[in-house]
């Protein structure tokens, strides 16, 4: 009777476990779909219709059309997939602005058909613009509910999580009677497990809500900046229908519309440096970004008495952007040159192993830097991936933290080991896959 009570308790531990799990890898994986989504499919629709704007063109009304239905589409897509309340209601919100949104397009559209002379007036862009901005605030709602819908299904794990831990104290009380060594095994097997993964999500899920406030300040701003630079183009595009080819007021406007255009590159690069691109996953040989960031730096290295090494190692295969790895791995190779004080050494190594990685170990490849520096202290390596967090004077305290959000979107992890006046080693673990050439 004991016995088969006891089977049953562990029996319904693990279902839970399995279920919390589960929960928190979903959780982990789409944090950023909703707002990411969002801002993508938005951007790609006022892109349009800024060039639609400022040159009147049909196709670019055309790819306008294209983009906002498709916004249409993955609005109407998340209805099935929200649960929430709250992020019903926003959704429904959202849905009622994307029809005020488009018809305030067809506005833009009938006055540059009507008036093909004198074209969009700033009147007409300006009301698009502010409906615009209240439909990118109603995304931001959609996402900002969406993270309290998480934040609430942490804190009910965490209640059941509580609950699972006195089942298992009651669960040890009873094994007792037939020896400590099950309980214990439970206990390793079932709980501590769960335990890091808990808070390993609550760690990212806290990191990823900074990166997303950042996403959303990006966007923000960019949105901000973006609209007076459309009006004064439009109004350059506008100004230069009056004068003729080759006088000065024209050359005027050329040199306006083209110092706007900067802006905006510039703009959109602050956006990426914001939220990086998905990945371009690809079968790579983990040493051949090491080789190109060796190339790339050491001679700069060595000008400050830095001597940069990489160890060659077997063919480890991975699948990475190759771009983006060597973005994360200069970052690093950065940082720790930064950390040496008077002349040391930086090496770059590949190897494999078994790691935790996901819900179980399996087989993967760690991409190394260390270095000579003088560490890491333990107030700094409470908050060494937080976004805005530097031990630099002149850092913005974003490169470790987009750096750990690349690593995480290949599907991998990035961890480190450190000591005070003996120096760091960072290490970005991948999956392995077979290697490029199918052995």
């Known amino acids: 009777m004991l016995g088969a009570l006891i089977i049953a308790i562990t029996l319904a531990l693990q279902n839970k476990s399995t279920a919390i799990r589960k929960w928190l890898s979903l959780q982990d994986t789409e944090s950023f779909g909703i707002q990411d989504h969002f801002k993508d499919k938005f951007r790609l629709a006022n892109a349009h219709m800024r060039r639609f704007g400022t040159t009147e063109e049909p196709a670019a009304w055309d790819e306008f059309l294209k983009a906002s239905q498709d916004l249409k589409t993955w ?44 074209g969009v007036t700033l009147a007409e862009y300006n009301d698009f ?20 819908s998480r934040n609430l299904g942490l804190a009910q794990a965490h209640r059941l999580l509580t609950d699972m831990r006195y089942t298992v104290l009651v669960l040890v009380a009873l094994l007792l009677l037939f020896g ?44 901000e900046i973006r609209n007076p630079l459309t009006a004064i183009k439009t109004a350059a595009f506008s100004q230069q229908k009056r004068f003729p080819q080759g006088s000065p007021q024209r050359a005027d406007g050329e040199i306006i519309e083209h110092e706007v255009s900067r802006l905006e590159r510039i703009v959109n690069e602050f956006l ?52 983006q790895l060597k973005q994360v791995l200069i970052n690093l190779v950065q940082n720790a040159a930064e950390s040496i004080e008077r ?4 090496w770059l190594r590949s190897r494999h192993g078994r790691k935790r990685l996901g819900d179980g170990e399996r087989e993967v490849v760690v991409l ?18 937080d976004p805005f967090f530097s031990t630099k004077e002149k850092g913005t305290g974003l490169g470790l933290a987009i750096a750990s959000r690349i690593v995480e979107l290949h599907g991998g992890a990035l961890q480190y080991q450190t000591e005070v006046n003996r120096g760091s080693t960072f290490g970005i673990i991948l999956p392995r896959v077979p290697t490029v050439d199918g052995e």
């Open 75 to 118: 609005i109407d897509d998340q209805a099935g997939r929200l649960t929430n309340a709250n992020e019903k209601a926003t959704l429904k919100k959202l849905d009622s602005a994307w029809e005020a949104y488009m018809r305030q397009a067809q506005i833009v559209r009938r006055v540059a058909a009507t008036n093909p002379v004198v």
């Open 129 to 148: 613009t502010d409906q615009s901005r209240k439909f990118l605030d109603l995304g931001q709602d959609l996402a900002r509910a969406h993270y309290e």
């Open 180 to 223: 400590l060594a099950l309980a214990l095994t439970v206990y390793r097997n079932l709980i501590a497990p769960l335990r890091v993964r808990l808070a390993q999500s609550e760690q990212l899920a806290h990191r990823n809500e900074k990166l997303a406030s950042l996403g959303l300040l990006a966007a923000g701003v960019a949105h």
């Open 272 to 323: 990426h440096f914001a939220r990086p691109a998905r990945p371009n996953l690809t079968p790579i040989l983990a040493d051949e970004p090491l080789r190109e960031v060796e190339i790339l730096l050491a001679p700069q290295l060595a000008q400050s008495n830095i001597q940069l090494v990489r160890e060659p190692s077997g063919p480890l295969a991975i699948r990475a952007d190759a771009a």
């Open 343 to 346: 002349g040391g050494t930086i």
């Open 368 to 385: 190394e830097v260390a270095d000579t520096g003088r560490g890491i202290s333990p107030e700094a390596q409470k908050r060494l991936f």
